[in-house]
Protein backbone atom coordinates (compact mmCIF):
# COMPACT_ATOMS: atom_id res chain seq x y z
CA UNK A 1 0.00 0.00 0.00
CA UNK A 2 2.93 2.18 0.95
CA UNK A 3 4.55 1.33 -1.89
CA UNK A 4 1.90 2.03 -4.21
CA UNK A 5 0.89 5.63 -2.86
CA UNK A 6 4.26 6.04 -3.46
CA UNK A 7 3.95 5.33 -6.98
CA UNK A 8 1.39 7.01 -7.50
CA UNK A 9 3.29 9.94 -6.12
CA UNK A 10 5.92 9.41 -8.77
CA UNK A 11 3.72 9.58 -11.55
CA UNK A 12 1.49 12.94 -10.55
CA UNK A 13 4.57 14.83 -9.44
CA UNK A 14 5.85 15.54 -12.90
CA UNK A 15 2.32 15.70 -14.36
CA UNK A 16 1.88 19.04 -12.14
CA UNK A 17 1.93 20.82 -15.31
CA UNK A 18 -1.25 19.48 -16.50
CA UNK A 19 -3.10 19.02 -13.23
CA UNK A 20 -5.61 21.66 -13.54
CA UNK A 21 -6.95 20.36 -16.80
CA UNK A 22 -7.03 16.64 -14.97
CA UNK A 23 -8.59 18.24 -11.84
CA UNK A 24 -10.56 20.35 -13.95
CA UNK A 25 -11.79 16.55 -16.18
CA UNK A 26 -12.02 14.30 -12.34
CA UNK A 27 -14.12 17.82 -10.65
CA UNK A 28 -16.15 19.68 -12.87
CA UNK A 29 -16.21 18.51 -16.66
CA UNK A 30 -19.73 16.32 -15.80
CA UNK A 31 -21.40 19.62 -16.14
CA UNK A 32 -19.19 21.90 -17.57
CA UNK A 33 -17.21 22.34 -20.96
CA UNK A 34 -13.85 24.51 -20.75
CA UNK A 35 -13.55 24.18 -25.11
CA UNK A 36 -14.98 27.30 -27.29
CA UNK A 37 -17.92 26.20 -28.89
CA UNK A 38 -18.92 23.31 -26.38
CA UNK A 39 -22.71 23.16 -25.91
CA UNK A 40 -23.61 23.79 -22.02
CA UNK A 41 -24.31 21.05 -20.30
CA UNK A 42 -25.74 20.74 -16.75
CA UNK A 43 -23.48 23.95 -16.39
CA UNK A 44 -22.63 26.63 -18.67
CA UNK A 45 -19.45 26.56 -20.77
CA UNK A 46 -16.50 28.20 -19.21
CA UNK A 47 -14.38 29.05 -22.05
CA UNK A 48 -12.63 31.89 -22.15
CA UNK A 49 -13.76 32.68 -18.28
CA UNK A 50 -11.10 35.16 -17.77
CA UNK A 51 -12.20 38.68 -18.08
CA UNK A 52 -16.02 37.25 -19.27
CA UNK A 53 -19.11 38.43 -17.25
CA UNK A 54 -20.84 36.21 -14.25
CA UNK A 55 -23.63 34.71 -15.61
CA UNK A 56 -21.80 34.95 -19.40
CA UNK A 57 -22.64 31.82 -21.41
CA UNK A 58 -25.71 33.17 -23.69
CA UNK A 59 -26.84 29.63 -24.00
CA UNK A 60 -27.23 28.95 -20.33
CA UNK A 61 -29.94 29.59 -18.26
CA UNK A 62 -28.41 31.25 -15.52
CA UNK A 63 -30.41 31.42 -11.77
CA UNK A 64 -31.39 34.79 -10.10
CA UNK A 65 -28.38 34.77 -8.27
CA UNK A 66 -26.02 34.88 -11.04
CA UNK A 67 -28.51 37.11 -13.50
CA UNK A 68 -27.93 39.55 -10.63
CA UNK A 69 -24.15 39.59 -10.45
CA UNK A 70 -24.00 39.57 -14.06
CA UNK A 71 -26.80 42.83 -14.15
CA UNK A 72 -24.09 44.10 -11.47
CA UNK A 73 -21.26 44.26 -13.81
CA UNK A 74 -19.22 41.67 -12.35
CA UNK A 75 -16.65 39.73 -13.98
CA UNK A 76 -14.17 36.86 -13.73
CA UNK A 77 -10.87 37.68 -12.49
CA UNK A 78 -8.47 34.99 -10.87
CA UNK A 79 -9.53 36.38 -7.41
CA UNK A 80 -13.17 36.07 -7.73
CA UNK A 81 -12.92 32.55 -9.17
CA UNK A 82 -10.95 31.38 -6.23
CA UNK A 83 -13.43 32.85 -3.60
CA UNK A 84 -16.27 31.06 -5.61
CA UNK A 85 -14.29 27.39 -5.52
CA UNK A 86 -13.47 28.16 -2.08
CA UNK A 87 -17.32 28.35 -1.25
CA UNK A 88 -20.01 28.42 -4.24
CA UNK A 89 -22.64 29.15 -1.59
CA UNK A 90 -20.94 31.87 0.36
CA UNK A 91 -20.36 33.94 -2.94
CA UNK A 92 -23.23 33.47 -4.52
CA UNK A 93 -25.97 32.83 -2.16
CA UNK A 94 -28.71 30.56 -3.63
CA UNK A 95 -26.83 29.45 -6.61
CA UNK A 96 -27.79 26.24 -8.97
CA UNK A 97 -24.34 24.35 -8.91
CA UNK A 98 -23.81 22.39 -5.13
CA UNK A 99 -20.20 22.54 -3.51
CA UNK A 100 -17.27 21.57 -5.76
CA UNK A 101 -15.66 18.03 -4.42
CA UNK A 102 -12.05 20.26 -4.73
CA UNK A 103 -10.38 19.92 -1.85
CA UNK A 104 -7.74 22.07 -0.86
CA UNK A 105 -5.76 25.53 -2.02
CA UNK A 106 -3.30 23.78 -4.34
CA UNK A 107 -6.23 22.07 -6.24
CA UNK A 108 -8.53 25.09 -6.55
CA UNK A 109 -5.44 27.02 -7.37
CA UNK A 110 -4.61 25.01 -10.11
CA UNK A 111 -8.09 24.58 -11.41
CA UNK A 112 -8.04 28.62 -11.36
CA UNK A 113 -5.01 28.93 -13.40
CA UNK A 114 -6.19 26.61 -15.80
CA UNK A 115 -9.75 28.03 -16.81
CA UNK A 116 -8.46 31.51 -16.48
CA UNK A 117 -6.23 30.19 -19.70
CA UNK A 118 -2.58 31.52 -17.99
CA UNK A 119 0.23 29.64 -16.65
CA UNK A 120 -0.05 26.77 -14.80
CA UNK A 121 1.14 28.19 -11.28
C1 LIG B 1 -23.13 18.95 -10.70
C2 LIG B 1 -22.83 19.88 -11.75
C3 LIG B 1 -21.66 20.85 -11.55
C4 LIG B 1 -20.36 20.57 -11.18
C5 LIG B 1 -19.76 19.21 -10.85
C6 LIG B 1 -19.66 21.83 -11.22
N1 LIG B 1 -20.50 22.84 -11.59
FE1 LIG B 1 -19.99 24.79 -11.88
N2 LIG B 1 -21.93 25.26 -12.30
C7 LIG B 1 -22.97 24.34 -12.35
C8 LIG B 1 -24.21 25.04 -12.60
C9 LIG B 1 -25.58 24.41 -12.73
C10 LIG B 1 -23.87 26.41 -12.71
C11 LIG B 1 -24.82 27.59 -12.92
C12 LIG B 1 -25.30 28.00 -11.54
C13 LIG B 1 -26.39 29.03 -11.50
O1 LIG B 1 -26.95 29.42 -12.54
O2 LIG B 1 -26.68 29.46 -10.37
C14 LIG B 1 -22.42 26.50 -12.51
C15 LIG B 1 -21.70 27.69 -12.56
C16 LIG B 1 -20.33 27.77 -12.52
C17 LIG B 1 -19.56 28.97 -12.74
C18 LIG B 1 -20.12 30.34 -13.12
C19 LIG B 1 -20.07 30.42 -14.64
C20 LIG B 1 -20.52 31.72 -15.25
O3 LIG B 1 -20.79 31.71 -16.46
O4 LIG B 1 -20.61 32.75 -14.56
C21 LIG B 1 -18.25 28.64 -12.62
C22 LIG B 1 -17.05 29.55 -12.77
C23 LIG B 1 -18.21 27.22 -12.31
N3 LIG B 1 -19.48 26.72 -12.25
C24 LIG B 1 -17.05 26.52 -12.12
C25 LIG B 1 -16.99 25.17 -11.75
C26 LIG B 1 -15.77 24.46 -11.50
C27 LIG B 1 -14.36 25.02 -11.65
C28 LIG B 1 -16.12 23.19 -11.13
C29 LIG B 1 -15.21 22.05 -10.69
C30 LIG B 1 -14.35 22.33 -9.59
C31 LIG B 1 -17.57 23.11 -11.19
N4 LIG B 1 -18.06 24.33 -11.56
C32 LIG B 1 -18.32 21.96 -10.92
C33 LIG B 1 -22.88 22.99 -12.19
C34 LIG B 1 -21.73 22.29 -11.79
Known amino acids: MIRLAASLWLV ?3 AFATSGAALFEAHCASCHAAARGAPAGAGPNLAGLSGRAVGGDPAFDYSPALQAARAAGEAWDEGRLRR ?5 EATYPG ?4 GTSLRGTA ?7 Y ?5 ER
Not at 84 to 88: G, H, R, S, T, V
Not at 107 to 113: E, G, I, K, P
Open 84 to 88: FLDDP
Open 107 to 113: DVAAVVA
Open 115 to 119: LMGGS
Open 12 to 14: AAP
Open 95 to 98: LWMG
